[in-house]
């Protein structure tokens, strides 16, 4: 099993930056992807942004040039550098992990973008 907490999160104005980070342990593999997703009450989780252990990322098209998500291998840690920040990217952030054995979540943090 693998354990990922998510501090961070918050309240932050249109147009400003936020980072979320979150920390893995437990039984992770050598090949692996870390992600960000999201959700707002009444919808499905979505793809925010994920890098493999190769280091190549995937965005979703409504955050490109906006969000970079990256890691720290050495302390398994993953990071969402959130800039120019839209009231629409208001959600619940999820970390996941997919590892060899399978498929772990974080328990969410709030993001809210609001002036």
């Known amino acids: 099993q693998v354990q990922l907490v998510e501090p961070g999160g918050g309240l932050v104005q249109p147009g400003g930056s936020l980072r979320l980070s979150c920390a893995a342990s437990?039984?992770?593999?050598?090949?692996?992807?870390m992600g960000w997703y999201r959700q707002t009450p009444g919808k499905q989780r979505e793809l925010v942004a994920v890098i493999a252990s190769t280091g190549s990322t995937t965005y979703a098209e409504s955050v490109k040039g906006r969000f970079t998500v990256s890691r720290d291998y050495a302390k398994n840690t993953l990071y969402l550098q959130m800039n120019s920040l839209k009231p629409e990217d208001t959600a619940v952030y999820y970390c996941r992990y997919v590892g060899e054995r399978g498929v772990n979540w974080g328990q969410g943090t709030q993001v809210t973008v609001s002036s």
């Open positions: 437990g039984s992770l593999t050598g090949t692996n992807a």
